[in-house]
């Protein structure tokens, strides 16, 4: 449904873009997919996107009455295949690159949360795990000995001893959520904060060379090294759903703060990032036998100007379409029953856009598949 | 048997879940041959079977010392995290012969730590380690399991344990080294999960009510993360290479037998014995340990007492080491050690079909201390323990097992 589909979904199985959703789960929710992600996007005809990606998407929520009134909680986990994490640490400003698409589904997401709900009100709190990287490497040198590489360059490991001191730590970013679920319409907001995979570390270079020369040509150095990768702006959506007869439209629309970006020098872009909305429609049909078709278009603005300074980043406003079909075994999820099938494409287009007189185009492409079980 | 009684064993592998938390708690590792526990798609796939769904979290804090001529050594990180277990039978999918589980450590200080000083592949390192154990302590473990009953005493199970390895690659370009901060610096960091098979049988005999007998058999692959990887250095007029590869988060590829003796009287014992090849492992840098490490076979006992609302699990585990001698050119260090454990598990409320249980479980390894022969010569005592707790709860489920292949509606 090109990014809609949340508010409608079985209760739980849209957690991190609906996280009060959770309150509403009666019993348990295992929701599990396998996504690949074909991109085709060129700068000219460098290539800006890596692929194919695949990724697995694991949903599991539980909840049930407390007294009065309703709890629950549960996790989703998108684990990217082969690679956990992929980060790329571009060194020089006027590189030409892509941030927005770049790394963009390649990195490990885990959120988890817990709801509340009090009649048709539901609210939920719950946080974005993700990770960092505290990265100290102890390089000494004792000898500038080596074999010489076909980049000019001195191949000394043989006389380098290389020490390294990793952990990869936890992080949180909050997730808020409130949601009306109505007989009439169901409708949420939620919030999430900013994230991203910040590596942080010492690079200490020491010299263990015989004579006061080398010393005094080679003193002991160390580089501090900070950077933010795979960063996502902090956003807020809106969802609404209302069935009518056998349809089901639903609205969606993000706000994404942005503006913040800064490379992963730290630097920040000339002129800087803007602050973009997002805004996406969505049609399920119950087309009988259990099945449901689903569609869905979406419009993302592109947060990247053009950039009249040294950096050269590229992006482009994004056309999004959807389409998938569901089949729930012995009737619809909603109305009290156990599995649904679903398969799904989406095709993002992305407007052909002229980045420092090299054009920006391509397609994004999305097959999924999946079931949704309720326990 | 419910299979709720906590067992904190020692299979000869390193890495939490089979140090401190893969089992029952209380059962000292012999858990090969336990049934319906939420952490058995670590410890035998093959064991798992709940009539719908179980699951169990607990807190577990293990502390681990080390010592060589009576100093203290630092190995790795205090371990202080959750286990997360949980079963679900098939029975959702009209197949209730299945069952799918998942076990995983999630360590709260980070998903893993990992620390290799600097000392030349080609020079003696003369820090003292024990690569049995070092880095691995408080690491994120993730076991997925499956398994099917093939009929009502016949179970067969396959796992998988999933690990990481690391490329980094590093560029870093100093033009003024009075000013280190401003030096240009790119990277690429790409953690790769890797995948690790085992397999489980597991063969029930007796009646509920009877005197019973279980027999399991527990096959493991090798675990091994390689990090690698090169740094560019431009300093000044020096363009320098440097490459590092390491082997980390290793076990051996290893058999387990297990048994287990089911008494009326609600006692069971058990037994289980595991064989791991450690003469394959090679050392951090990829060394050949030669045969200064050899395979070792575990022996592993314990006695669970049953009642209505509570569960009491002792257990005993003798382990021995797999270092003959200090591999040439090393450090490396290992000694035999004995294990004792003690679990608990009481009901605490019935909610429906479901069943909330308490757990709790302590654990205590004790090396033996070892001078152990070292071919430069150096006398190095070395000696050590391991001390754990775990609390937590578990979630069962005391509706019917379903006993038909394909069918949930018979």
Same mark, same amino acid.
């Given at each position: 449904m090109a990014?809609?589909?949340?508010?409608?979904?079985?209760?739980?199985?849209?957690?991190?873009?609906?996280?009060a959703s959770v309150a509403g789960v009666d019993g348990e929710t295992v929701a599990l997919a396998w996504r690949g992600t074909y991109p085709s996007v060129q700068i000219d005809d460098l290539e800006v996107?890596?692929?194919?990606?695949?990724?697995?998407?694991?949903?599991?929520? =539980?909840?049930?009455?407390?007294?009065?009134?309703?709890?629950?909680?549960?996790?989703?986990?998108?684990?990217?295949?082969?690679?956990?994490?992929?980060?790329?640490?571009?060194?020089?400003?006027?590189?030409?690159?892509?941030?927005?698409?770049?790394?963009?589904?390649? =990195?490990?997401? =885990?959120?988890?949360?817990?709801?509340?709900?009090?009649?048709?009100?539901?609210?939920?709190?719950?946080?974005?795990?993700?990770?960092?990287l505290d990265a100290d490497t102890t390089i000494t040198v004792r000898s500038i000995d080596g074999e010489k590489t076909d980049e000019n360059t001195l191949d000394i490991t043989e006389n380098a001893d290389v020490g390294l001191d990793r952990r990869l730590n936890w992080t949180a970013t909050p997730l808020v959520g409130l949601r009306l679920n109505h007989d009439l319409v169901i409708a949420f907001l939620s919030y999430r904060g900013q994230s991203g995979f910040r590596t942080q570390g010492d690079t200490d270079l020491g010299f263990d060379f015989e004579g006061d020369l080398f010393d005094d040509l080679f003193p002991e150095v160390t580089l501090p090294v900070d950077y933010l990768s795979v960063w996502t702006p902090a956003r807020v959506a809106i969802g609404v759903s209302a069935p009518v007869g056998r349809f089901r439209p639903e609205l969606i629309a993000k706000y994404l703060w942005v503006s913040g970006w800064r490379d992963t020098?730290?630097?920040?872009?000339? *002129?800087?990032?803007?602050?973009? *909305?997002?805004?996406?429609?969505?049609?399920?049909?119950?087309?009988?036998?259990?099945?449901?078709?689903?569609?869905?278009?979406a419009y993302h603005v592109s947060p990247v100007p053009n950039q009249t300074g040294l950096s050269r980043l590229a992006d482009a406003d994004r056309h999004v379409v959807g389409m998938g079909l569901g089949w729930a075994r012995g009737g619809i999820p909603r109305d009290n029953d156990k599995t649904e099938i679903a398969l799904g494409v989406q095709g993002q287009r992305l407007a052909p856009r002229d980045v420092a007189g090299s054009e920006l185009s391509g397609w994004i492409w999305t097959m999924s598949t999946g079931v949704v079980t309720r326990l | 048997m419910t299979g709720l009684l906590l067992g904190l064993l020692s299979i000869a592998q390193a890495g939490v879940l089979s140090t401190y938390g893969g089992g029952e708690v209380g059962s000292a590792g012999n858990a090969g041959a336990t049934v319906r526990s939420p952490m058995a798609a670590w410890h035998n796939p093959a064991a798992m079977r709940s009539p719908r769904i179980e699951e169990s979290v607990e807190w577990l804090y293990g502390v681990h010392r080390?010592?060589?001529?009576?100093?203290?050594?630092?190995?790795t990180d205090d371990a202080n995290g959750l286990l997360v277990g949980a079963v679900i039978n098939g029975y959702w999918f009209r197949v209730p012969a299945l069952n799918?589980?998942?076990?995983? /450590?999630?360590?709260?200080?980070?998903?893993?730590?990992?620390?290799?000083?600097?000392?030349?592949?080609?020079?003696?390192?003369?820090?003292?380690?024990?690569?049995?154990?070092?880095?691995?302590?408080?690491?994120?473990?993730?076991?997925?399991?499956?398994?099917?009953?093939?009929?009502?005493?016949?179970?067969?199970?396959?796992?998988?344990?999933?690990?990481?390895?690391?490329?980094t690659l590093t560029i870093a370009a100093v033009d003024d080294i009075d000013k280190p901060e401003q030096a240009k610096k790119a990277q690429d960091i790409?953690?790769?999960p890797t995948f690790h098979p085992y397999a489980g049988v597991m063969v029930v005999a007796g009646e509920p009510g009877s005197t019973g007998l279980r027999l399991a058999v527990v096959g493991r692959t090798a675990r091994q993360m390689h990090d690698f990887g090169r740094s560019n250095v431009k300093l000044l007029a020096l363009d320098a290479l440097y490459r590092h590869e390491y082997f980390r988060h290793q076990a051996p590829r290893s058999v387990t037998l297990g048994t287990a003796l089911v008494c009326p009287s609600g006692f069971e014992f058990r037994a289980d014995s595991t064989y791991a090849a450690?003469?394959?492992?090679?050392?951090? /840098?990829?060394?050949?340990?030669?045969?200064?490490?050899?395979?070792?076979?575990?022996?592993?006992?314990?006695?669970?007492?049953?009642?209505?609302?509570?569960?009491?699990?002792?257990?005993?585990?003798?382990?021995?080491?797999?270092?003959?001698?200090?591999?040439?050119?090393?450090? /490396?260090?290992?000694?035999?050690?004995?294990?004792?454990?003690?679990?608990?598990?009481?009901?605490?409320?019935?909610?429906?079909?479901?069943?909330?249980?308490?757990?709790?479980?302590?654990?205590?390894?004790?090396?033996?201390?070892?001078?152990?022969?070292?071919?430069?010569?150096?006398?190095?005592?070395?000696?050590?323990?391991?001390?754990?707790?775990?609390v937590g709860v578990e979630l069962g489920h005391k509706g019917k097992l379903k006993g038909a292949l394909w069918s949930k509606s018979q």
């Open positions: 990014g809609a589909g949340a508010a409608g979904s079985v209760p739980g199985a849209a957690l991190p873009i609906d996280p996107m890596e692929g194919p990606i695949h990724a697995l998407d694991l949903g599991v929520a =539980f909840g049930g009455p407390i007294g009065q009134v309703r709890g629950g909680g549960g996790f989703s986990l998108y684990l990217p295949l082969p690679d956990a994490v992929a980060s790329v640490v571009h060194m020089e400003a006027d590189e030409l690159h892509a941030p927005m698409l770049e790394d963009a589904v390649d =990195f490990i997401s =885990f959120d988890l949360a817990t709801g509340m709900g009090f009649g048709p009100i539901e609210v939920g709190v719950g946080a974005a795990i993700g990770i960092d020098q730290n630097r920040a872009p000339d *002129p800087e990032f803007i602050d973009v *909305p997002m805004v996406g429609l969505g049609l399920e049909a119950d087309v009988g036998s259990g099945f449901k078709a689903r569609t869905g278009y | 080390f010592t060589v001529n009576g100093e203290e050594i630092d190995v799918i589980g998942i076990a995983t /450590y999630l360590p709260m200080a980070g998903p893993f730590a990992w620390k290799e000083p600097p000392e030349g592949k080609k020079q003696t390192p003369s820090t003292p380690r024990v690569p049995r154990y070092g880095n691995e302590l408080n690491r994120l473990e993730v076991a997925l399991a499956g398994n099917l009953w093939i009929t009502d005493g016949l179970s067969i199970g396959v796992g998988v344990d999933v690990s990481t390895e690391v490329e790409r953690i790769t450690w003469s394959e492992v090679v050392g951090p /840098y990829g060394d050949d340990l030669g045969a200064a490490w050899g395979d070792t076979m575990n022996l592993r006992l314990g006695v669970v007492g049953d009642w209505d609302d509570l569960s009491v699990q002792l257990g005993h585990a003798i382990e021995p080491s797999p270092m003959r001698q200090v591999p040439a050119g090393t450090a /490396y260090l290992d000694a035999p050690a004995r294990t004792w454990t003690a679990g608990v598990s009481r009901v605490l409320v019935r909610p429906g079909a479901r069943e909330l249980r308490l757990l709790l479980g302590l654990q205590r390894t004790r090396f033996q201390p070892t001078t152990p022969a070292d071919p430069s010569g150096a006398r190095r005592s070395f000696d050590g323990a391991l001390t754990a707790v775990r």
